[in-house]
T-cell receptor
Framework: DAEITQSPRHKITETGRQVTLACHQT?????MFWYRQDLGHGLRLIHY???????NKGEVSDGYSVSRSNTEDLPLTLESAASSQTSVYFC????????????FGQGTRLTVV | KQEVTQIPAALSVPEGENLVLNCSFT??????LQWFRQDPGKGLTSLLL?????REQTSGRLNASLDKSSGRSTLYIAASQPGDSATYLC???????????FGRGTSLIVHP
């Protein structure tokens, strides 16, 4: 079955290190999104992409970057991890700009110590 | 800016009750609304998607309605079961945007 997978599921890293979270989908969806989920804030959009070579900033993009070199993958990089970036990160995808039913990965729990 | 509110934030009910979860949004110009379920430590599972031209969608014991003019959607869960315990989130795709805006969810506990 087609799916969206995130790796790793859990990660502990030190302040200042660069970290990359992987997101891979096999549906051939054009749209891909990264969210973080925190108590008291709900889901907040970090970055999103509408297709290969397209990336856009969301509401909480500072300290994060993404690249889209193919349809299947949208890795999220924390340039220099900070304790404020301790969170649960979710990747999602949808078909295209018209068909926007979203499907989510299982999440990555990141702890920055 | 579109804002999405879900009330109540938490709900605890005995098994067998029929439930209504509420989702309200500030801008009625939406393309669609999607309901999700999230189990603890898990990702979001899509339950129902309602297009702006539709009034309701049904899947099994779940029924979601949409009233754009009043900025409201409800998720009706019939004959609740302990397995329905989870957090339920709604997400609205605003007009002019392709990105869903999420509410903070309703945490539901159904006890035997």
């Amino acid at each position: 079955d087609a799916e969206i997978t995130q790796s790793p599921r859990h990660k502990i890293t030190e302040t200042g290190r660069q970290v990359t979270l992987a997101c891979h989908q096999t549906w051939n969806h054009n749209n891909m999104f990264w969210y973080r989920q925190d108590l008291g804030h709900g889901l907040r959009l970090i970055h999103y992409s509408y297709g290969v070579q397209d990336t856009n900033k969301g509401e909480v993009s500072d300290g994060y970057s993404v690249s889209r070199s193919n349809t299947e993958d949208l890795p999220l990089t924390l340039e220099s991890a900070a304790s404020s970036q301790t969170s649960v990160y979710f990747c999602a995808s949808s078909v295209d700009r018209e068909n926007t039913e979203a499907f989510f990965g299982q999440g990555t729990r990141l702890t920055v110590v | 800016k579109q804002e999405v509110t879900q009330i109540p934030a938490a709900l605890s009910v005995p098994e067998g009750e029929n439930l209504v979860l509420n989702c309200s949004f500030t801008d009625s110009a939406i393309y669609n609304l999607q309901w999700f379920r999230q189990d603890p430590g898990k990702g979001l599972t899509s339950l129902l998607l309602i297009q702006s031209s539709q009034r309701e969608q049904t899947s099994g014991r779940l029924n979601a309605s949409l009233d754009k003019s009043s900025g409201r959607s409800t998720l009706y869960i019939a004959a609740s079961q302990p397995g329905d315990s989870a957090t339920y989130l709604c997400a609205v795709r605003p007009g002019g945007s392709y990105i869903p805006t999420f509410g903070r969810g309703t945490s539901l506990i159904v006890h035997p």
